[in-house]
C-alpha cells in the first residue's frame, strides 16, 4: 500500500536555483496539500487542490512559489529563484473524499537547503 | 475561517504518567479533530482522530475527548513510554468541503525514563 511519495527526499541548491518539489498522492485521493514546516513557523498550509484544481493558495509566501498539479497522481511545488530564507521540510499530504471531514496523510517530506 | 489553539507549547513528563495536551477551536461548524504525531525527523502522522458526534474515543493508551459547547478537544496519554516522545498537533476541520485541516501549533512532549 503505497502512500504519499515525495521527491526529492533531500535537496541542497545554491540561491538562485530553480527547485522543483514533486509528490505522488494516494490512489484515490482528490484532495492534495502543500505545507512548509519551520522551527520558527511551524506548519504552514502553502496551497491546496481539490480534483486537481487549485482552491485556495492564500499560504505562499510570494510571487516565487508556484503549484500545478495536472492530473490526478502528480503535483509539483516550484521556487524560482530560491532564496535561503526558503530552507525547510517542505510536505505534501492527500486526503479521501468523504463526508465531513477526512484524515490528511503525509509523504515523508523533501528537506530544502538554499545556501 | 478557523483557528486552534494547543497547549502545552512543551511538557515533560516521567514515564508511566500521564498527558494531557489541550486544543481549542474557532468554528462552531468544524466536525472532525485528528491528532498527529511526528517523530524527530519524521512525517505527521495520524495516531487518533474523533467525530463531532461523539464525545471520547479510545485506542489502548491513548483517548481523545471533545466538548462541542466548549469547543476544545483534548488528547490523553496514559501510561507513557520514552517512545511517546514526539511533537504532537491537533487539528480541526475548517473546510469540510475540501478536507482542509487547520493544525495546532504543536506540544512538545518528552517522556523521561
Known amino acids: 500500500d503505497a502512500g504519499v511519495i515525495q521527491s526529492p527526499r533531500h535537496e541542497v541548491t545554491e540561491m538562485g536555483q530553480e527547485v522543483t518539489l514533486r509528490c505522488k498522492p494516494i490512489?484515490?485521493?482528490?484532495?492534495l496539500f502543500w505545507y512548509r514546516q519551520t522551527m520558527m513557523r511551524g506548519l504552514e498550509l502553502l496551497i491546496y487542490f481539490n480534483n486537481n484544481v487549485p482552491i485556495d493558495d492564500s499560504g505562499m509566501p510570494e510571487d516565487r512559489f508556484s503549484a500545478k498539479m495536472p492530473n490526478a497522481s502528480f503535483s509539483t511545488l516550484k521556487i524560482q529563484p530560491s532564496e535561503p530564507r526558503d530552507s525547510a521540510v517542505y510536505f505534501c499530504?492527500?486526503?479521501?473524499?468523504?463526508?465531513?471531514?477526512?484524515?490528511?496523510?503525509f509523504g515523508d517530506g523533501t528537506r530544502l537547503s538554499i545556501l | 475561517g478557523e483557528n486552534v489553539e494547543q497547549h502545552p507549547s512543551t511538557l515533560s513528563v516521567q514515564e508511566g504518567d500521564s498527558a494531557v495536551i489541550k486544543c481549542t477551536y474557532s468554528?462552531?461548524?468544524?466536525?472532525?479533530f485528528p491528532w498527529y504525531k511526528q517523530e524527530l525527523g519524521k512525517r505527521p502522522q495520524l495516531i487518533i482522530d474523533i467525530r463531532s458526534n461523539v464525545g471520547e474515543k479510545k485506542d489502548q493508551r491513548i483517548a481523545v475527548t471533545l466538548n462541542k459547547t466548549a469547543k476544545h478537544f483534548s488528547l490523553h496519554i496514559t501510561e507513557t513510554q520514552p517512545e511517546d516522545s514526539a511533537v504532537y498537533f491537533c487539528a480541526a476541520s475548517g473546510d469540510t468541503g475540501f478536507q482542509k485541516l487547520v493544525f495546532g501549533t504543536g506540544t512538545r512532549l518528552l517522556v523521561s525514563p
Open positions: 499530504a492527500s486526503s479521501f473524499p468523504g463526508q465531513g471531514g477526512q484524515p490528511q496523510h
Open positions: 468554528d462552531s461548524a468544524s466536525n472532525y
Open positions: 490512489s484515490g485521493h482528490n484532495s
